[in-house]
């Protein structure tokens, strides 16, 4: 089997960094995407990680290290808009596939 | 064009009723999948589709029937649906297999299902 453990929710103030940690457990991993999700909207890629180490992508960043099975994805510079849930997603050596982990709700705040 | 479009947006329907779902994308992936998500879950993989052949079943119950006419639409056929499968169902597209390079998922929209 195979299980992704993300923090359920983040509160934070506008302008502030938030880390979202990200560990799972699966076997045949190839990469790990991080997805964000507005309510009521469809899930929108942010990033994706095969490789260890650190992708900039603007204001977000997502890190990987799979010796140690763990990611995370760095939101800087917060916004309002930026309020949403963000899902980790394991993808399996087997056929195009993605395991969601449970999602983490951010929540910024004036 | 990188829109994946989805029909209807909103459906409503009976336990006897058959309805279908439309998902379509003109990006040229051969890769397709359906998802259903719970609200404050995450999405869950249903059925993906590789160069037009199902390559994955999720073990979903027999009432939804996927098919995929050509590389550019994807169907969700729905009978004899239970109030529990009320839920918003995603279609997602993206390159097919390979390595190397980004995997992205493309999702659309998605179709609010409710089953009375």
């Known amino acids: 089997g195979q299980s992704l453990e993300q923090p359920s929710e983040v509160t934070a103030v506008e302008g502030a960094i938030v880390q979202i940690n990200c560990t799972y457990q699966t076997s045949g991993f190839y ?80 | 064009d990188t829109e994946v479009t989805q029909t209807p947006k909103h459906l409503v329907m009976g336990m006897t009723n058959k309805k279908s779902l439309k998902c379509e994308q003109h990006m040229g992936h051969r890769a397709m999948y359906w998802y259903k998500q719970k609200a404050k879950k995450p999405p869950e993989l249903m059925f993906v589709y590789s160069y037009e052949k199902l390559s994955i079943n999720e073990s979903v119950p027999s009432r939804f029937s996927p098919e995929c006419p050509n590389s550019s639409l994807l169907n969700l056929h729905l009978h004899a649906l239970q109030p529990e499968d009320s839920a918003l169902y995603l279609c997602a597209s993206s390159q097919a297999g390979g390595t190397g390079g980004i995997y992205e998922q493309f999702f659309g929209p998605g179709t609010r299902l409710t089953v009375l």
Not at chain 1, 32 to 56: I, K, R, V
């Open chain 1, 31 to 110: 990469g790990l995407s991080w997805y964000q999700q507005h309510d009521g909207g469809a899930p929108t890629f942010l990033s994706y990680n095969a490789l260890d180490g650190l992708e900039e992508t603007g204001r977000f960043s997502s890190f990987l290290s799979r010796s140690d099975s763990y990611g995370y994805l760095l939101l800087q510079e917060l916004q309002m808009k930026d309020s949403a849930s963000y899902f980790c997603a394991v993808r399996k050596a087997a056929g195009n596939k993605l395991t969601f982990g449970g999602g983490t709700r951010v929540l910024v705040k004036p």
